[in-house]
């Protein structure tokens, strides 16, 4: 028997630091240019520039701004369905939880809605950690229950929770808008409430794109591709899991709370069905797993279901089918068709006579 | 006190129609490996298709009602099985493609429902009225013939589980699929009637509770995740924990119902469940939950 | 350097292992083998902490049945599985930094040395040179095996267990795989216990085998003498031919 190697000093930084250097395979350097970044700046370009365009549409510009609330709470979702495989079904728990926070604490308690994005950011990621402390632990099915579970149990909840302020069935209403420099925001010019929100959305962006592309997110990736060896190799399953979900919480916390003070209320109506399914569908058609896929599919689904407002009842029955279909035929969404896409371009390119030179001359 | 006992005899005969429910959520799972998210939507079409018999078209008795309509969702659970779930079997996300298709399949079906019906709430008559006063204890005839109908109900699913070809069939796939297909067992066909069979169940508890809750087109939701909590408390899989869940959980309603208010149900069924995962991670029954 | 005492895991009414013990010596090469379902991945999966049942398991003294699979590799043992599923979405060295990275536990945890200097000496030292930046989901069975090792490899291990390494393999590859083992426990000092179904591996490479029959030790001792015990022959071969 030896007693070797028992307390050391090593640091993980120290350990961990790639001996010899970079080789060829490592992952690439944050922010080298691929199709993942090129689109995440492309989109936060032609976002930037918009309002050049449709600014005058107050209408078109509200649209756009709860495209963006919902594209960071499907990047926040996603990080969890598609890269870290934890099935959590009260994302939108998450949302009203953030919305309520930065509510009451404005509205009952007088404080500034800007230290409401705090706080909804804050009540966002805590109640994610607490529901992920005992189900983490748990298989993944387990997780899916609990999670679903949780969310249909909030709307009784803030319902019977009025003697703490929500307002109960009615929820809170009206709820402070925002104040810049003695400036208040209004629902008649749609400008500063758009660029607030694009840089929030951004902040989803940013922070997502970092969880994914970092050493933390290759740990849930590869949690994701084959858990066991994984765990073999030292990652720590719960300790991952309830990081990832305590950020997707916080993202969504946060897009929450700006929520309320946009729409100027909060009820136990946005627990509705009809909210939960549209992210679904958000997720689903931009592609899961596949950053910055649900962002665009957010501006798809919201677009689309003010396209079909006619429709009324039958909306939901063409959004349910729609979900079905997506996961039955084409389950890796657009980013898929994409990726099929660019596989397919660049094996026409291959297939010439001369395959040297061809991809670049083009 | 003696509405103490009352309360406590009506959670029981809820709680033997929640058992129901779940037992079926559970056997889904149990055999085919399904969480089946539409599960709360048959509740809502046995319910409506019942309340179509029995009051909006026709006025059968409800002995006829649930003849007829017990086969149409057993038929509906083992289409969806063959449309949607069979397909999916062979992808590497089962699981995850499972969980999308059923909760869109879930927003048809209540949207289905909702189309055809409206939105206006619904609600079945008492199967039987007036009541019946036992050593000095009121009981209405319609809880007496819940239970009866409830216990009846799964009194067959136990005895098809144990006694016919198909039930064992179910329980030797549910034990090892691979192993029962070896032995011949056809895969697909136990999976497709134990679909039909769960929904079938779920269908039952819909005309069964109709009378005691007023029926919407998304009121599934809340029997879901009804069926939910106590197939998690009790342990999934385990018939045994699903039963004592159930009537626990039962009780419960109808002791918070009296004092508190239906409201506070779900939430104290929630933190019931809470705390039931702290203390044992995998539910009160349950075996192989908990991972590293 | 491992200890197991009275180590005993049920599956239901099934005793998968049942009252083992055994002891490792630091620098040996430890067999395994024993019929189809005689538990000799189910002793891997309790000694790597993915599986908890009774009994104790030491490594260097310290109890670490009950530790959860992360902690037990921080401590210094390392894994392979029968059914090589390395990360499908990385390239090699990627899966490669994953072990060296979590491998090793923050500040307070145990030191550890390697006998290498950086991931390159690893890579040409298992042979997957050339195909660092190869995304593994392309690569054939052996080089996925080897990045698995090389893996398991990269988070510093003293002991390593290795679950059928030579499964599916040529009769090249097989060969190249043995030598690579015993690379590992001649030029690094590595500590292995290895599961193999090919009998004549194991008396050429380890320096004690164990038989295992429905969950218990048959036989243990120097491979030679346990291989050529009746008791053994009968337990193997009866199985083979049923």
Same mark, same amino acid.
């Given at each position: 028997? $030896?007693?070797?190697?028992?307390?050391?000093?090593?640091?993980?930084?120290?350990?961990?630091?790639?001996?010899?250097?970079?080789?060829?395979?490592?992952?690439?350097?944050?922010?080298?240019? %691929?199709?993942?970044?090129?689109?995440?700046?492309?989109?936060?370009?032609?976002?930037?520039?918009?309002?050049?365009? !449709?600014?005058?549409?107050?209408?078109?510009?509200?649209?756009?701004?709860?495209?963006?609330?919902?594209?960071? !709470?499907?990047?926040?979702?996603?990080?969890?369905?598609?890269?870290?495989?934890?099935?959590?079904?009260?994302?939108? +728990?998450?949302?009203?939880?953030?919305?309520?926070?930065? @509510?009451?604490?404005?509205?009952?308690?007088?404080? %500034?809605?800007?230290?409401?994005?705090?706080?909804?950011?804050?009540?966002?990621?805590?109640?994610?950690?607490?529901?992920?402390?005992?189900?983490?632990?748990?298989?993944?099915?387990?997780?899916?229950?609990?999670?679903?579970?949780?969310?249909?149990?909030?709307?009784?909840?803030?319902?019977?929770?009025?003697?703490? +302020?929500?307002?109960?069935?009615?929820?809170?209403?009206?709820?402070?808008?925002?104040?810049?420099?003695?400036?208040?925001?209004?629902?008649?010019?749609? &400008?500063?409430?758009?660029?607030?929100?694009?840089?929030?959305?951004?902040?989803?962006?940013? !922070?997502?794109?970092?969880?994914?592309?970092?050493?933390?997110?290759?740990?849930?990736?590869?949690?994701?591709?084959?858990?066991?060896?994984?765990?073999?190799?030292?990652?720590?399953?719960? #300790?991952?899991?309830?990081?990832?979900?305590?950020?997707?919480?916080?993202?969504?916390?946060?897009?929450?709370?700006?929520?309320?003070?946009?729409?100027?209320?909060? $009820?136990?109506?946005?627990?509705?069905?009809?909210?939960?399914?549209?992210?679904?569908?958000?997720?689903?058609?931009?592609?899961?797993?596949?950053?910055?896929?649900?962002?665009?599919? @957010?501006?798809?689904?919201?677009?689309?279901?003010?396209?079909?407002?006619?429709?009324? %009842?039958?909306?939901?029955?063409?959004?349910?089918?729609? !979900?079905?279909?997506?996961?039955?035929?084409?389950?890796?969404?657009?980013?898929?068709?994409?990726?099929?896409?660019?596989?397919?371009?660049?094996?026409?390119?291959?297939?010439?006579?001369?395959?040297?030179?061809?991809?670049?001359?083009? | 006190?003696?509405?103490?006992?009352?309360?406590?005899?009506?959670?029981?005969?809820?709680?033997?129609?929640?058992?129901?429910?779940?037992?079926?959520?559970?056997?889904?799972?149990?055999?085919?490996?399904?969480?089946?998210? $539409?599960?709360?939507?048959?509740?809502?079409?046995? @319910?409506?298709?019942?309340?179509?018999?029995?009051?909006?078209?026709?006025?059968?008795?409800?002995?006829?009602?649930?003849?007829?309509?017990?086969? *149409?969702?057993?038929?509906?659970?083992?289409?969806?099985?063959?449309?949607? &779930?069979?397909?999916?079997?062979?992808?590497?996300?089962?699981?995850?493609?499972?969980?999308?298709?059923?909760?869109?399949?879930?927003?048809?079906?209540?949207?289905?429902?909702?189309?055809?019906?409206?939105?206006?709430?619904?609600?079945?008559?008492?199967?039987?009225?007036?009541?019946?006063?036992?050593?000095?204890?009121?009981?209405?005839?319609?809880?007496?013939?819940?239970?009866?109908?409830?216990?009846?109900?799964?009194?067959?699913?136990?005895?098809?589980?144990?006694?016919?070809?198909?039930?064992?069939?179910?329980?030797?796939?549910?034990?090892?699929?691979?192993? @029962?297909?070896?032995?011949?067992?056809?895969?697909?066909?136990?999976?497709? *009637?134990?679909?039909?069979?769960?929904?079938?169940?779920?269908?039952?508890?819909?005309?069964?509770?109709?009378?005691?809750?007023?029926?919407?087109?998304?009121?599934?939701?809340?029997?879901?995740?009804?069926?939910?909590?106590?197939?998690?408390?009790?342990?999934?899989?385990?018939?045994?924990?699903?039963?004592?869940?159930?009537?626990?959980?039962? &009780?419960?309603?109808?002791?918070?119902?009296?004092?508190?208010?239906?409201?506070?149900?779900?939430?104290?069924?929630?933190?019931?469940?809470?705390?039931?995962?702290?203390?044992?991670?995998?539910?009160?029954?349950?075996?192989?939950?908990?991972?590293? | 350097?491992?200890?197991?005492?009275?180590?005993?895991?049920?599956?239901?009414?099934?005793?998968?292992?049942?009252?083992?013990?055994?002891?490792?010596?630091?620098?040996?090469?430890?067999?395994?083998?024993?019929?189809?379902?005689?538990?000799?991945?189910?002793?891997?999966?309790?000694?790597?902490?993915?599986?908890?049942? $009774?009994?104790?398991?030491?490594?260097?003294?310290?109890?670490?049945?009950?530790?959860?699979?992360?902690?037990?590799?921080?401590?210094?043992?390392?894994?392979?599985?029968? &059914?090589?599923?390395?990360?499908?979405?990385?390239?090699?060295?990627?899966?490669?930094?994953?072990?060296?990275?979590?491998?090793?536990?923050?500040?307070?945890?145990?030191? #550890?040395?390697?006998?290498?200097?950086?991931?390159?000496?690893?890579?040409?030292?298992?042979?997957?040179?050339?195909?660092?930046?190869?995304?593994?989901?392309?690569?054939?069975?052996?080089?996925? #095996?080897?990045?698995?090792?090389?893996?398991?490899?990269?988070?510093?291990?003293?002991?390593?267990?290795?679950?059928?390494?030579?499964?599916?393999?040529?009769?090249?590859?097989?060969?190249?795989?043995?030598?690579?083992?015993?690379?590992?426990?001649?030029?690094?000092?590595?500590?292995?216990?290895?599961?193999?179904?090919?009998?004549?591996?194991?008396?050429?490479?380890?320096?004690?085998?164990?038989?295992?029959?429905?969950?218990?030790?048959?036989?243990?001792?120097?491979?030679?003498?346990?291989?050529?015990?009746?008791?053994?022959?009968?337990?193997?071969?009866?199985?083979?031919?049923?």
């Amino acid at each position: 028997m $030896s007693i070797v190697a028992d307390q050391g000093t090593t640091s993980r930084a120290d350990a961990g630091k790639p001996g010899g250097g970079r080789l060829p395979g490592d992952r690439p350097k944050a922010l080298s240019l %691929n199709r993942q970044t090129g689109m995440t700046i492309g989109l936060v370009v032609i976002l930037a520039l918009l309002p050049l365009v !449709v600014g005058d549409s107050n209408y078109t510009m509200r649209l756009l701004v709860v495209s963006m609330i919902w594209g960071g !709470v499907s990047l926040a979702w996603d990080l969890l369905l598609g890269y870290a495989g934890v099935f959590n079904l009260g994302q939108v +728990g998450f949302f009203a939880l953030g919305a309520y926070a930065s @509510a009451m604490l404005s509205e009952n308690a007088g404080l %500034n809605p800007w230290w409401g994005l705090l706080a909804g950011a804050a009540a966002g990621a805590v109640v994610a950690v607490l529901l992920g402390i005992p189900s983490l632990r748990l298989a993944g099915i387990y997780v899916a229950l609990l999670t679903l579970a949780f969310y249909e149990v909030l709307s009784p909840l803030l319902t019977v929770g009025e003697a703490i +302020g929500t307002g109960g069935k009615r929820g809170i209403s009206p709820i402070t808008p925002y104040t810049i420099g003695g400036y208040t925001f209004t629902g008649s010019n749609q &400008i500063p409430w758009y660029y607030v929100a694009l840089g929030l959305f951004v902040v989803c962006l940013i !922070v997502c794109y970092f969880a994914i592309n970092s050493r933390f997110g290759a740990s849930f990736i590869a949690l994701h591709d084959s858990e066991s060896f994984a765990q073999s190799l030292g990652i720590s399953r719960y #300790k991952v899991s309830l990081m990832i979900v305590g950020v997707s919480g916080l993202l969504t916390g946060l897009m929450g709370a700006f929520y309320a003070h946009y729409t100027a209320v909060v $009820s136990p109506r946005v627990l509705g069905l009809e909210v939960f399914i549209y992210l679904v569908i958000m997720v689903l058609l931009g592609g899961v797993g596949k950053f910055p896929g649900p962002a665009i599919g @957010a501006f798809i689904v919201i677009f689309l279901s003010d396209w079909l407002r006619e429709f009324e %009842n039958y909306r939901m029955l063409i959004f349910g089918a729609l !979900v079905v279909v997506i996961v039955m035929v084409a389950p890796r969404g657009i980013m898929g068709a994409v990726d099929s896409a660019q596989q397919f371009v660049r094996r026409r390119r291959a297939s010439p006579a001369t395959p040297t030179d061809v991809g670049r001359s083009s | 006190m003696r509405e103490l006992v009352e309360v406590l005899i009506t959670g029981f005969t809820i709680g033997i129609v929640y058992f129901l429910v779940a037992v079926g959520f559970t056997l889904c799972y149990g055999v085919g490996r399904v969480l089946n998210y $539409s599960y709360g939507s048959f509740f809502t079409w046995g @319910a409506y298709l019942a309340w179509v018999l029995a009051v909006g078209y026709a006025e059968l008795n409800y002995f006829l009602v649930f003849l007829i309509v017990l086969p *149409i969702t057993f038929l509906m659970g083992v289409a969806v099985d063959r449309v949607i &779930i069979r397909p999916l079997r062979s992808r590497p996300e089962f699981d995850f493609s499972v969980l999308l298709a059923t909760l869109g399949l879930a927003v048809f079906l209540d949207n289905l429902v909702l189309v055809i019906f409206g939105a206006r709430t619904k609600s079945l008559p008492e199967f039987l009225e007036g009541s019946v006063t036992l050593a000095g204890f009121t009981i209405s005839w319609q809880l007496l013939a819940m239970f009866i109908f409830a216990a009846v109900v799964a009194v067959i699913l136990f005895v098809f589980m144990a006694k016919t070809r198909t039930g064992m069939s179910m329980r030797a796939v549910a034990q090892d699929p691979i192993g @029962a297909r070896i032995v011949g067992i056809p895969l697909f066909r136990v999976f497709a *009637i134990t679909f039909g069979i769960s929904t079938m169940l779920s269908g039952a508890g819909g005309i069964l509770l109709a009378p005691r809750f007023f029926m919407t087109p998304l009121g599934g939701w809340t029997f879901l995740v009804k069926a939910l909590i106590i197939v998690i408390a009790g342990g999934l899989g385990s018939i045994k924990g699903t039963l004592y869940a159930g009537f626990l959980l039962g &009780i419960l309603e109808a002791l918070v119902g009296w004092q508190l208010g239906l409201l506070w149900v779900m939430p104290v069924w929630f933190l019931v469940l809470f705390l039931v995962l702290l203390i044992r991670p995998a539910g009160l029954f349950g075996a192989v939950a908990r991972k590293g | 350097m491992l200890r197991l005492e009275h180590v005993t895991k049920h599956f239901g009414e099934l005793a998968a292992v049942n009252d083992l013990s055994f002891e490792l010596e630091e620098g040996e090469v430890f067999g395994i083998a024993g019929p189809n379902g005689a538990g000799k991945t189910t002793v891997f999966n309790l000694i790597s902490g993915f599986l908890h049942g $009774s009994g104790r398991i030491y490594f260097d003294g310290r109890r670490i049945d009950g530790l959860q699979p992360h902690q037990i590799t921080h401590l210094g043992v390392a894994r392979t599985f029968q &059914i090589p599923q390395p990360f499908n979405s990385m390239t090699v060295v990627q899966n490669l930094r994953i072990g060296e990275y979590y491998g090793v536990a923050g500040r307070s945890g145990p030191k #550890k040395d390697a006998p290498w200097n950086d991931l390159a000496e690893l890579i040409s030292f298992v042979g997957l040179e050339g195909k660092e930046a190869r995304p593994v989901s392309t690569l054939k069975l052996y080089d996925k #095996k080897l990045t698995v090792l090389a893996s398991a490899l990269a988070t510093k291990p003293r002991l390593i267990m290795l679950d059928e390494a030579l499964g599916g393999l040529s009769a090249v590859e097989a060969e190249q795989s043995l030598e690579l083992l015993q690379r590992l426990n001649r030029e690094w000092g590595l500590t292995i216990i290895m599961i193999e179904h090919l009998m004549s591996a194991l008396t050429r490479s380890c320096d004690r085998l164990l038989i295992l029959n429905n969950g218990e030790a048959l036989r243990i001792g120097e491979p030679r003498t346990v291989v050529e015990d009746p008791v053994v022959i009968e337990c193997l071969v009866g199985v083979k031919h049923a």
